[in-house]
T-cell receptor, first 110, second 112 residues
Framework: GQNIDQPTEMTATEGAIVQINCTYQ??????LFWYQQHAGEAPTFLSY????GLEEKGRFSSFLSRSKGYSYLLLKELQMKDSASYLC???????????FGTGTRLQVFP | NAGVTQTPKFQVLKTGQSMTLQCAQD?????MSWYRQDPGMGLRLIHY???????DQGEVPNGYNVSRSTTEDFPLRLLSAAPSQTSVYFC???????????FGAGSRLTVL
């Protein structure tokens, strides 16, 4: 099975940088995803890591260390519209299940 | 393209009633899945399907049935609704395997 941990809530200031951590314990790992979910809306895909290292996509970057069971999502130049929940999800090896953590609610203040 | 369409958007049931949440996608995706989302619990996988005629259980399958007779449709059935099934339900699909998921808008179910 999977055990995925994320902080419940974080706050940050507009223009700042914030790092959202995700740790996981799994019987089999085949990729890690980050999704963004605004209140009352469906999740949308942000990033995907299957190999160790950093994936950069505009203001958002995601890092993975498979040996440590650890990932983070880095958001730069924060904007008010970045206020949302950020969901970490791990794909199980050989079962095609995508298991989500409980999500981190980020509030960005002016 | 409509993407992933879920119906109904809202539903209120009484305990013991049955109903079906519909999910349809027009992207020719092989993989489809159902999640429920409760406050503080995140998204939990109910059932998933890797292709027509194939379904499998997720983390919380009890009380729910699914079928996948076509590539496009993946209905979720509640045979005898219970208050514990009050939740927001999301259907999601991807082109192959548990890859980048496209989510439907969600269905909010209340069981009294």
């Amino acid at each position: 099975g999977q055990n995925i941990d994320q902080p419940t809530e974080m706050t940050a200031t507009e223009g700042a940088i914030v790092q959202i951590n995700c740790t996981y314990q799994t019987s089999g790992f085949n990729g890690l995803f980050w999704y963004q979910q605004h209140a009352g809306e469906a999740p949308t895909f942000l990033s995907y890591n299957v190999l160790d290292g950093l994936e950069e996509k505009g203001r958002f970057s995601s890092f993975l260390s498979r040996s440590k069971g650890y990932s983070y999502l880095l958001l730069k130049e924060l904007q008010m519209k970045d206020s949302a929940s950020y969901l970490c999800a791990v794909r199980e090896y050989n079962t095609d299940k995508l298991i989500f953590g409980t999500g981190t609610r980020l509030q960005v203040f002016p | 393209n409509a993407g992933v369409t879920q119906t109904p958007k809202f539903q209120v049931l009484k305990t013991g009633q049955s109903m079906t949440l519909q999910c349809a996608q027009d992207m020719n995706h092989e993989y489809m899945s159902w999640y429920r989302q409760d406050p503080g619990m995140g998204l939990r996988l109910i059932h998933y399907s890797v292709g027509a005629g194939i379904t499998d259980q997720g983390e919380v399958p009890n009380g729910y049935n699914v079928s996948r007779s076509t590539t496009e449709d993946f209905p979720l059935r509640l045979l005898s609704a219970a208050p514990s099934q009050t939740s927001v339900y999301f259907c999601a699909s991807s082109s192959s395997g548990a890859n980048v998921l496209t989510f439907g808008a969600g269905s909010r179910l209340t069981v009294l």
